[in-house]
């Protein structure tokens, strides 16, 4: 059974995440400030942490940084609407996800689902994936559509591997620029957004309709596509 | 511009270098013309002289009139009786002539010096009139008492050749002190004088005026001039005051307008949706009640639906409260506009299913510097006031064009459209429409779209939909138009 630590210094939102959990069969832990949440991550080692980030004691911030001192499970964020830096800056100390409050019990779910597959060691992806008409082939770097051999760019290339290989994940501008332009990028998000248009536009994905790449705005992107193992 | 000025009065009553001067030329001058004439027409020689103690009566006043007497009453016996240029002064007729020129010479003298001092008072007057009443219009456009003195102070500096005003003042409990200085400290110690402020017959303060060291001591008319002008501060003085309690008041007024539509909005649009959700879960945990499937969902789509408006006005009114304590600030990072347009579009697409959306973005658009979350709220709200307005079925046009270095945005519908008269007002914070008021929706959406626009160095604006109904467009200037 997958065991849930969820932080959040509200009794309401605690009594109602463990209700719905544990009707999904998680085993939930409960705590409401950031130390408690720190030591519970290292006692019971669970499999997945809630974090809301307006704790008492701790930024949540903090808690992430210290987390990721000694585990790699994933985190996924509670905020609010309006934290956008708040997001982005507990996505860039190591969060895997965020989920705007209040939330649909259903995308919290979902979201909690993919970061925990994402976690699973299990076996490698399997070079070639479907999603649809488009398969990738990252073994030997061929995309196609509809049987069709996509011309992509280098970068272009990159930064769809970076994405179908962090399928459901947010990825900000800044992890995006550094592992597809290099390390000394982070704030070229002009550079991003012209190379996400191109590839929506290579890939047949409408971005009011999006069933490939979503825009966050001011965060980041991520791979919705459910992708399926194809015969290479 | 003096004032007050005694010189011109002065003229007739003092002797001067001007009046000795035209006493002792005017005879000489008449000497020169009557002594040719004297021998063969004595009696013209004679009004020559008389005519030069009438002018420099006339010209130099009394004191002038009564020299040219004296002297022409003397030369003219020397130059009129023969042998010229013998003195000689026994005849009755000489003495005779004398007393003549001097009656003439004092007669004259006094009527001209009255008229010039009546000239000179008049004009007098005259200034004093201008003066105080520029002094009415000035300080009555000042609308705080504070301002009043202030400018009050200032104003008698050069009229009155000051070199400092002191005013003391109280008023409804308020103690209040304005000071006016030369430029460049003069020398003090010089004539002071001090007025009292009065309204009605009440004293609520005093001024004091101040000289240079060595100026003129204040005449008495200076002194009545400055408490005319005085009666002149306290009435302006008055009427500001008056004005800002009235202005307070209706400030007020606005306010617990503002404040009472508030509650009817907040307490109608948070209790609404507060009802349908409790109803809802009441029923639902109701173990006497059985409901189907179909009435459980639909009940539970029911407490969905009314959490997510819960949410949205709650999101509004916390935005309006940041409008109204100046906490509105974008954290700006440069983005594209048409981004945010397809992402609202996107998710926006469930919500405005019973319409038809379509969207016109350039192929290429340059980045401006916004805040993506408060612009996607602008963006969602406009889309909301659309779908709320314009009849199912009808379009929405979602258009975003770059035009002199700014991002236009521009959603247009299909619905009644908003009345030229009322394109300002619905930008207020809970105004609705008056084509629509049982419209459900908390009439903030246009308020805070305008404030974050507004935040953004942008405008917002309503323009007439060709199609029917109307079009809200907004432009946020892009980074090159920044200085």
């Given at each position: 059974m997958n065991r849930v630590l969820v932080v959040d210094d509200e009794p309401q939102i605690r009594r109602a995440l463990r209700t719905s959990l544990e009707a999904h069969g998680y085993e939930v832990q409960t705590v409401g400030t950031g130390e408690e949440a720190v030591i519970g991550a290292a006692e019971?080692?669970?499999?997945?942490m809630l974090l809301d980030?307006?704790?008492?004691?701790?930024?949540g911030t903090e808690v992430i940084r210290r987390v990721r001192g000694f585990t790699e499970m994933p985190i996924i964020v509670l905020s609010v609407r309006d934290g956008q830096h708040d997001k982005v800056a507990a996505l860039d100390a190591g969060a895997d996800d965020y989920v705007t409050k209040p939330f649909a019990m259903e995308e919290l779910l979902a979201r909690a689902r993919a970061a925990m597959r994402r976690a699973?060691?299990?076996?490698?992806?399997?070079?070639s994936m479907r999603y649809g008409s488009l398969e990738i082939d990252l073994g030997r770097r061929l995309v196609t559509l509809d049987g069709d051999a996509l011309r992509l760019t280098p970068t272009e290339y990159l930064l769809l591997e970076a994405l179908v290989t962090n399928p459901g994940k947010l990825l900000t501008h800044q992890w995006l620029l550094r592992k597809v332009?290099?390390?000394?990028?982070?704030?070229?998000t002009t550079y991003l957004r012209t190379y996400v248009r191109a590839l929506r536009k290579k890939l047949g994905?409408?971005?009011?309709?999006?069933?490939l790449i979503v825009t966050e705005p001011g965060v980041g992107y991520r791979w919705i596509a459910e992708g399926s193992g194809a015969e290479s | 511009m003096v004032v007050s000025e005694e010189r011109e009065a002065e003229v007739s009553a003092k002797v001067t270098v001007r009046g000795i001067v035209i006493g002792v030329l005017a005879p000489a001058i008449a000497t020169v013309v009557a002594y040719p004439i004297a021998p063969s027409r004595p009696e013209i020689s004679i009004a020559v002289f008389m005519l030069a103690v009438v002018i420099a009566a006339v010209a130099g006043g009394l004191w002038s009139g009564l020299i040219a007497g004296i002297l022409a009453s003397t030369i003219r016996p020397l130059v009129?009786?023969?042998?010229?240029?013998t003195f000689r002064l026994d005849s009755v007729e000489d003495i005779a002539t004398g007393v003549v020129f001097l009656s003439v010479a004092l007669v004259v003298g006094l009527l001209v010096g009255q008229a010039s001092e009546d000239r000179a008072r008049a004009s007098r007057r005259e200034r004093e009139a201008r003066f105080l009443g520029t002094l009415s219009s000035t300080l009555h456009t000042r609308e705080v008492p504070d301002r009043v003195l202030d400018e009050f102070a200032s104003v008698l500096m050069e009229p009155f050749a000051l070199s400092k005003v002191e005013i003391d003042a109280t008023l409804d409990g308020t103690d209040m002190r304005a000071v006016a200085r030369a430029n460049g400290e003069a020398a003090a110690g010089g004539p002071r004088t001090s007025v009292r402020l009065l309204a009605g017959d009440a004293p609520i303060g005093t001024l004091v005026a101040e000289r240079p060291a060595g100026g003129r001591p204040f005449s008495r008319d200076d002194q009545l001039l400055l408490e005319a002008a005085a009666r002149q501060a306290t009435a302006a003085l008055d009427r500001a005051r008056l004005d800002a309690r009235a202005r307070n008041a209706q400030l007020d007024a606005e306010t617990n307008q503002l404040r009472a539509a508030m509650f009817s909005s907040v307490t109608h649009d948070l209790r609404t949706p507060l009802a349908s959700i409790k109803a809802g879960v009441t029923s639902l945990l109701d173990s006497a009640v059985h409901h189907d499937p179909g009435q459980e969902r639909e009940l539970l789509t029911t407490i969905l639906e009314e959490t997510d408006r819960l949410n949205r006005l709650v999101g509004n009114l916390l935005d309006l409260a940041r409008i109204r304590a100046g906490a509105l600030t974008p954290t700006r990072q440069p983005g594209a506009m048409d981004e945010i347009v397809e992402v609202v579009l996107a998710r926006m697409r469930s919500r405005l299913a019973d319409h038809v959306v379509t969207a016109d973005l350039p192929a290429t658009l340059p980045d401006v510097s916004v805040d993506p979350v408060q612009l996607d709220q602008v963006l969602t709200n406009l889309l909301e006031n659309a779908g709320r307005h314009a009849p199912k079925g009808s379009e929405i046009g979602v258009s975003v064009l770059w035009m002199h270095g700014a991002v236009q945005v521009r959603v247009s519908d299909e619905g009644p459209g908003i009345p030229l008269d009322e394109r300002d007002r619905v930008?207020?914070?809970?105004y609705r429409g008056s084509s629509s008021p049982?419209?459900?929706?908390?009439?903030l959406g246009l308020a805070i779209s305008k404030a974050v626009v507004v935040a953004h160095g942008g405008r917002i604006w309503i323009e007439d939909n060709p199609d029917g109904g109307c079009v809200v467009a907004f432009e946020i200037p892009g980074e090159d138009d920044k200085p």
């Amino acid at each position: 059974m997958n065991r849930v630590l969820v932080v959040d210094d509200e009794p309401q939102i605690r009594r109602a995440l463990r209700t719905s959990l544990e009707a999904h069969g998680y085993e939930v832990q409960t705590v409401g400030t950031g130390e408690e949440a720190v030591i519970g991550a290292a006692e019971t080692a669970p499999e997945l942490m809630l974090l809301d980030l307006g704790l008492p004691d701790l930024d949540g911030t903090e808690v992430i940084r210290r987390v990721r001192g000694f585990t790699e499970m994933p985190i996924i964020v509670l905020s609010v609407r309006d934290g956008q830096h708040d997001k982005v800056a507990a996505l860039d100390a190591g969060a895997d996800d965020y989920v705007t409050k209040p939330f649909a019990m259903e995308e919290l779910l979902a979201r909690a689902r993919a970061a925990m597959r994402r976690a699973q060691p299990g076996e490698p992806p399997a070079p070639s994936m479907r999603y649809g008409s488009l398969e990738i082939d990252l073994g030997r770097r061929l995309v196609t559509l509809d049987g069709d051999a996509l011309r992509l760019t280098p970068t272009e290339y990159l930064l769809l591997e970076a994405l179908v290989t962090n399928p459901g994940k947010l990825l900000t501008h800044q992890w995006l620029l550094r592992k597809v332009w290099g390390q000394g990028y982070g704030t070229e998000t002009t550079y991003l957004r012209t190379y996400v248009r191109a590839l929506r536009k290579k890939l047949g994905d409408d971005a009011q309709a999006p069933q490939l790449i979503v825009t966050e705005p001011g965060v980041g992107y991520r791979w919705i596509a459910e992708g399926s193992g194809a015969e290479s | 511009m003096v004032v007050s000025e005694e010189r011109e009065a002065e003229v007739s009553a003092k002797v001067t270098v001007r009046g000795i001067v035209i006493g002792v030329l005017a005879p000489a001058i008449a000497t020169v013309v009557a002594y040719p004439i004297a021998p063969s027409r004595p009696e013209i020689s004679i009004a020559v002289f008389m005519l030069a103690v009438v002018i420099a009566a006339v010209a130099g006043g009394l004191w002038s009139g009564l020299i040219a007497g004296i002297l022409a009453s003397t030369i003219r016996p020397l130059v009129v009786v023969d042998p010229q240029l013998t003195f000689r002064l026994d005849s009755v007729e000489d003495i005779a002539t004398g007393v003549v020129f001097l009656s003439v010479a004092l007669v004259v003298g006094l009527l001209v010096g009255q008229a010039s001092e009546d000239r000179a008072r008049a004009s007098r007057r005259e200034r004093e009139a201008r003066f105080l009443g520029t002094l009415s219009s000035t300080l009555h456009t000042r609308e705080v008492p504070d301002r009043v003195l202030d400018e009050f102070a200032s104003v008698l500096m050069e009229p009155f050749a000051l070199s400092k005003v002191e005013i003391d003042a109280t008023l409804d409990g308020t103690d209040m002190r304005a000071v006016a200085r030369a430029n460049g400290e003069a020398a003090a110690g010089g004539p002071r004088t001090s007025v009292r402020l009065l309204a009605g017959d009440a004293p609520i303060g005093t001024l004091v005026a101040e000289r240079p060291a060595g100026g003129r001591p204040f005449s008495r008319d200076d002194q009545l001039l400055l408490e005319a002008a005085a009666r002149q501060a306290t009435a302006a003085l008055d009427r500001a005051r008056l004005d800002a309690r009235a202005r307070n008041a209706q400030l007020d007024a606005e306010t617990n307008q503002l404040r009472a539509a508030m509650f009817s909005s907040v307490t109608h649009d948070l209790r609404t949706p507060l009802a349908s959700i409790k109803a809802g879960v009441t029923s639902l945990l109701d173990s006497a009640v059985h409901h189907d499937p179909g009435q459980e969902r639909e009940l539970l789509t029911t407490i969905l639906e009314e959490t997510d408006r819960l949410n949205r006005l709650v999101g509004n009114l916390l935005d309006l409260a940041r409008i109204r304590a100046g906490a509105l600030t974008p954290t700006r990072q440069p983005g594209a506009m048409d981004e945010i347009v397809e992402v609202v579009l996107a998710r926006m697409r469930s919500r405005l299913a019973d319409h038809v959306v379509t969207a016109d973005l350039p192929a290429t658009l340059p980045d401006v510097s916004v805040d993506p979350v408060q612009l996607d709220q602008v963006l969602t709200n406009l889309l909301e006031n659309a779908g709320r307005h314009a009849p199912k079925g009808s379009e929405i046009g979602v258009s975003v064009l770059w035009m002199h270095g700014a991002v236009q945005v521009r959603v247009s519908d299909e619905g009644p459209g908003i009345p030229l008269d009322e394109r300002d007002r619905v930008f207020e914070a809970f105004y609705r429409g008056s084509s629509s008021p049982e419209t459900p929706g908390s009439g903030l959406g246009l308020a805070i779209s305008k404030a974050v626009v507004v935040a953004h160095g942008g405008r917002i604006w309503i323009e007439d939909n060709p199609d029917g109904g109307c079009v809200v467009a907004f432009e946020i200037p892009g980074e090159d138009d920044k200085p």
